[in-house]
């Protein structure tokens, strides 16, 4: 501690990185950061842009990068983009995904984690994308390989079997639909591989806006597991955990075991 505080007195180190290391988390205007999030559960702290001003964006996007390297802003509108984008230094690196709606930030020094593991990420229709785009985003930032597979919804099955050699190569898979949320429990009854269904609000009338989705899928009859409507986030974090498992073990079984026995 002391020499978090000798360094913050000598101003070598920012007051916010301090408070990040000595509490975990550090304080602004706009609420608190959580920057031993990654440390201390495996998953990247996001801000959830949506509900918040641009200016409270901004300010936790500043926080964020001092004390991580990182900001990563999920369902983030135009102008809490551009008031990230002026907050923030002309050396970060920015990456915007309109179409998912996220803003990734890093400082030039962010170390990005690198996982020996792919997680296939794959839409019933383009309308899925967005919710499915901010999975592949969080599992990007989590560090591991993304393969999408795009519109092979179950009104025509023939779409779905022509990419199963890929499905079945993926260590897990993020399968998003609406309607009737058909798609991840076919998926599942074909591979061997963890299945998280995402339910996506693109349905209408009875049922609509997720609602048939989200009740097929956890009664699916195959085994899958399924996150709440649209949380992209939330499914590409349980994959990225799923993922990282996967990686350390097979890092664990590349480690040499010593000289072989005379």
Request: aromatic letters at 2%; glycine letters at 10%.
């Amino acid at each position: 501690m002391r020499d978090i505080l000798e360094a913050v007195a000598a101003g070598d180190l920012d007051p916010a990185v301090a408070e990040a290391r000595l509490s975990g988390y550090t304080t602004t205007g706009a609420g608190r950061f959580d920057a031993a999030r990654e440390t201390r559960r495996g998953v990247p702290e996001a801000i959830l842009a949506e509900g918040k001003t641009a200016e409270e964006a901004a300010t936790l996007a500043v926080a964020a990068v001092r004390s991580t390297g990182r900001a990563i802003l999920t369902r983030a509108a135009d102008d809490h983009v551009s008031a990230v984008v002026d907050a923030l230094d002309d050396a970060v690196a920015f990456d915007r995904d309109d179409r998912a709606r996220t803003l990734v930030a890093h400082a030039p020094d962010f170390d990005p984690p690198d996982l020996s593991a792919t997680v296939g990420v794959v839409t019933g229709g383009t309308s899925d994308a967005e919710a499915a785009g901010e999975a592949a985003v969080i599992l990007e930032e989590m560090g591991a390989t993304v393969t999408r597979v795009e519109d092979v919804g179950v009104a025509h099955l023939g779409r779905v079997l022509d990419h199963l050699d890929t499905l079945r190569d993926a260590d897990v898979l993020i399968v998003a639909a609406g309607r009737e949320g058909a798609l991840p429990t076919v998926v599942a009854g074909l591979v061997d591989t963890p299945v998280i269904g995402l339910p996506v609000s693109t349905g209408y009338g009875h049922g609509g806006a997720g609602e048939a989705a989200l009740a097929g899928m956890l009664q699916s009859c195959t085994v899958i597991s399924t996150v709440n409507v649209d949380a992209g986030f939330i499914a590409g974090a349980q994959a990225g955990l799923v993922a990282r498992a996967v990686s350390d073990a097979r890092t664990e079984t590349d480690e040499p075991t010593g000289a072989d026995d005379a």
